[in-house]
T-cell receptor, first 116, second 109 residues
Framework: SAVISQKPSRDICQRGTSLTIQCQVD?????MFWYRQQPGQSLTLIAT?????????ESGFVIDKFPISRPNLTFSTLTVSNMSPEDSSIYLC?????????????FGPGTRLTVL | GQSLEQPSEVTAVEGAIVQINCTYQ??????LSWYQQHDGGAPTFLSY????GLEETGRFSSFLSRSDSYGYLLLQELQMKDSASYFC??????????FGKGTRLHILP
């Protein structure tokens, strides 16, 4: 299994500002995923980040709002730009753990974001 | 299109057995995973079915029927620590998994 850390663990931000969330994995992985989970809700996939290529965004999420970096096989960042209260959520990164990413995903502890 | 159905809440008694059902419709279906999430925690992987049939891991078992687009998670000898949300997650195209809305499991002493 992979060990994943995220920074920050939580933050309170002002409307209109941006926050960059870091995700570090203890092993090299090809695919990293970023999810959003609002309280009491399911996980919604924001984008898939592969090293050396542009992130692939899901419907409803755009690069200008959620720019992602993937500089190497153990690290990724997600930026939440021009934040509004609707962006208040838990943001989680995950990595694949099986032969296919659909076998298993391991999740980081999450970043709890509150936008005032 | 894609759809995913699982009960929103289930209540069971400590020591009992509970089954959480999941029906899905996913393009390019690969297999079905189950995740557990305690309040304030991250989802943790429980089980994966790539083939029809039953997979057993300790007190947890998971079943898949591809022809019925149906699966379930079976939890035996329930313990209070099993109180959590359980997500079924079918894997499909582009190596993505889609999470259901989750089933909140309440365990009574």
């Amino acid at each position: 299994s992979a060990v994943i850390s995220q920074k920050p663990s939580r933050d309170i931000c002002q409307r209109g500002t941006s926050l960059t969330i870091q995700c570090q994995v203890d092993s090299q992985v090809t695919m990293m995923f970023w999810y959003r989970q609002q309280p009491g809700q399911s996980l919604t996939l924001i984008a898939t980040a592969n090293q050396g290529s542009e992130a692939t965004y899901e419907s409803g999420f755009v690069i200008d709002k959620f720019p992602i970096s993937r500089p190497n096989l153990t690290f990724s960042t997600l930026t939440v730009s021009n934040m509004s209260p609707e962006d208040s959520s838990i943001y989680l990164c995950s990595v694949e753990g099986g032969r296919q990413s659909t076998d298993t995903q391991y999740f980081g502890p999450g970043t709890r974001l509150t936008v005032l | 299109g894609q759809s995913l159905e699982q009960p929103s809440e289930v209540t069971a008694v400590e020591g009992a057995i509970v089954q959480i059902n999941c029906t899905y419709q996913t393009s390019g279906f690969y297999g079905l995973s189950w995740y557990q999430q305690h309040d304030g925690g991250a989802p943790t992987f429980l089980s994966y079915n790539g083939l029809d049939g039953l997979e057993e891991t300790g007190r947890f078992s998971s079943f898949l029927s591809r022809s019925d687009s149906y699966g379930y998670l079976l939890l035996q000898e329930l313990q209070m620590k099993d109180s959590a949300s359980y997500f079924c997650a079918p894997g499909g195209r582009d190596d993505k998994i889609i999470f259901g809305k989750g089933t909140r499991l309440h365990i009574l002493p």
